[in-house]
């Protein structure tokens, strides 16, 4: 069965530094997504992706934030200059129609020092 | 700011009992609905999605949606150990937009 896969699985990085998580959404899916859980606290959606651009994205998703489509299979999240309140567990999800349902990836781990 | 409440938890019930897991929204415009179940330190996994007004049993899970009154509920029969989790419920404004979650209420069955 076609899944959401993300690398990596966890990150270990220094404040400051700029970090790239990336993500291959099923297939055959045209809506992507980023969202973060914080430990112990609930899923936060930061940005969602259409049609090679940013259809919505929250708050939370600033300046330091950016998403890209490289190629045909690849959907990135950049932090350009990481914070520790960062460090949360970051879920890449895909849905082929628009009224279907979000699979979500494995998420990477990222932990910010 | 559109709210996705859960009940609290967290909930414990014995092997086979019935549990039931709720779940308001604020936002009239709401579309989809879904139930994730979340193991400790893993990703969301989709239990059930429901889109119009009643039951959807799928399983031994059935899911209730009455928008009337903007409330969503689980139910999970003949409960497992393995059932044992966080549930999450996730609610969407829009069929393409963001999905937005509420906290989830901690789930333990009893062998």
């Known amino acids: 069965e076609p899944e959401v896969t993300q690398t990596p699985s966890h990150q270990v990085t220094q404040m400051g530094q700029e970090v790239i998580l990336r993500c291959v959404p099923i297939s055959n899916h045209l809506y992507f997504y980023w969202y973060r859980q914080i430990l112990g606290q609930k899923v936060e959606f930061l940005v969602s992706f259409y049609n090679n651009e940013i259809s919505e994205k929250s708050e939370i998703f600033d300046d330091q934030f950016s998403v890209e489509r490289p190629d045909g299979s690849n959907f990135t999240l950049k932090i350009r200059s990481t914070k520790l309140e960062d460090s949360a567990m970051y879920f890449c999800a895909s849905n082929r129609g628009a009224e279907e349902t979000q699979y979500f990836g494995p998420g990477t781990r990222l932990l910010v020092l | 700011q559109k709210e996705v409440e859960q009940n609290s938890g967290p909930l414990s019930v014995p092997e086979g009992a019935i549990a039931s897991l709720n779940c308001t929204y604020s936002?009239?415009?709401?579309?989809?609905f879904f139930w994730y179940r979340q193991y400790s330190g893993k990703s969301p996994e989709l239990i059930m999605s429901i889109y119009s007004n009643g039951d959807k049993e799928d399983g031994r899970f059935t899911a209730q949606l009455n928008k009337a009154s903007q409330y969503v509920s689980l139910l999970i029969r003949d409960s497992q150990p393995s059932d044992s989790a966080t549930y999450l419920c996730a609610v969407k404004e829009t069929n393409a937009g963001k999905s937005t979650f509420g906290d989830g209420t901690t789930l333990t069955v009893k062998p």
């Open positions: 936002d009239r415009g709401s579309q989809s």
